[in-house]
């Protein structure tokens, strides 16, 4: 019998060299997962509606929009809440966390992953996972990790 393979939408800020390794990592895990579609990655930071200016109106309109709709097309959001790790700031950036309550709204389940480990998870973070992979150790779980059974996964990060 054939495995299903989920189509993903991967939250993730995509400014830096250090946040664009990170996506790397995590996609190259993914497409190692009998349970994902390689194709149905949607890697946000390739759909940036270049036809409009950057910044622009427009662009804004355009690209929030396809996220949406991205986002709720798929089977499971896979959320990279590293944001300025190199700076030493464990905060995820804003346009990921509202992708994460976006999804979360409309029942699709979020895989968080987190390469800084020494981090706190704010409480609607804390309430929205269904699994957590925190740790350059224990990421490498994803490729394993079964998305059609969607196995809760806790994390021991303390919660404020």
Do not use: C
Not at 42 to 50: A, V
């Amino acid at each position: 019998m054939a495995t299903y393979q989920n189509k993903v939408y991967l939250a993730s800020p995509f400014f830096s060299d250090g946040q664009k390794d990170r996506i790397d990592q995590v996609i190259a895990l993914l497409k190692q997962n009998p349970t994902i579609d390689n194709d149905a990655i949607f890697n946000p930071q390739e759909h940036q509606f270049e036809q409009e200016p950057f910044g622009s109106f427009k662009w804004q309109d355009a690209v929030f929009a396809s996220d949406m709709r991205q986002v709720h097309k798929a089977d499971v959001v896979v959320a990279i809440l590293d944001y300025q790790l190199e700076d030493g700031l464990t905060e995820p950036d804003s346009g990921t966390v509202f992708e994460i309550g976006s999804a979360h709204e409309a029942n699709i389940p979020v895989i968080m992953v987190q390469f800084g480990e020494n981090s706190q998870l704010n409480l609607m973070l804390a309430r929205s996972y269904t699994a957590f992979f925190n740790g350059k150790a224990d990421i490498q779980g994803l490729k394993d990790y079964d998305f059609n059974n969607l196995e809760q996964k806790y994390t021991e990060k303390k919660v404020l």
